[in-house]
């Protein structure tokens, strides 16, 4: 089966710095990736979707200058939370898709900020 | 805009009784995709099924079954002789048809809480 992965799962880094979360489809081309956050016992709520070579749509209210996303391949798509601050602190979830509308989740990237 | 509601917030049963979690949807579009997932502590979702807007019948995968009628636009999930494993946030899910990955809208999720 289709298989996504995020690196790294878990993260803990200090206010003001810069964090990076890859998302790769390790045995399938993705048209499209999505990246989504979740907040403690909230549901998901999607951020930016990326096409590879195009640059990410973001959602209202989401910082497109904080939350770079760059789709190099179709294979690999990154989550880069720029300056980051505890209010950051959240569960990013990853997912791939195809052409024919599948939706593949990564495992997802628990990042704290102190 | 889509919009998707899961009212029940927690739903807590005893092991082996049956329990069935609601899950309510907003579109215009007249094709799109269903989905629930589940979510165990560990964060990763599950995937349980997908079904798309042309096909109202139900779905039975072992003592997992669900319930899509557009009349009401539901797609209810139910779980027959629950069991501790089972316990989890299950999402509900709609996405837009058609060609190409569309993004997801989640429902706010069940907390269903299996005791022993």
């Known amino acids: 089966g289709a298989v996504v992965s995020q690196h790294p799962s878990r993260v803990i880094c200090k206010s003001g710095t810069s964090v990076k979360i890859e998302c790769r489809s390790l045995?399938?081309?993705?048209?499209?990736m999505f990246w989504y956050r979740q907040f403690p016992k909230q549901s998901l709520m999607l951020m930016a979707t990326s096409n590879e070579g195009s640059k990410a749509t973001y959602e209202q209210g989401v910082e497109k200058d904080k939350f770079l996303i760059n789709h190099a391949s179709l294979t690999l798509s990154t989550l880069t939370v720029t300056s980051a601050h505890p209010e950051d602190s959240s569960f990013y979830i990853c997912s791939a898709g195809t052409y024919y509308n599948e939706q593949f989740f990564g495992p997802g990237t628990r990042l704290t900020v102190l | 805009a889509q919009k998707v509601t899961q009212a029940q917030t927690e739903i807590s049963v005893v092991e082996k009784e049956d329990v069935t979690l609601d899950c309510v949807y907003e579109?215009?579009?007249?094709?799109?995709?269903l989905f629930w997932y589940k979510q165990p502590p560990s964060g990763e979702l599950v995937f349980l099924i997908r079904r798309n807007s042309f096909d109202e019948q139900n779905e039975i995968s072992g003592r997992y079954s669900w319930n899509f009628q557009k009349s009401t636009s539901s797609f209810n999930f139910t779980i027959t002789a629950s069991q501790v494993v089972d316990s989890a946030v299950y999402f509900c899910a709609l996405s837009r048809g058609g060609q190409g990955a569309q993004k997801l809208v989640f429902g706010q999720g069940t907390r269903l809480t299996i005791n022993p």
């Open positions: 579109t215009r579009d007249t094709t799109y995709y």
């Open positions: 045995d399938f081309q993705a048209t499209t």
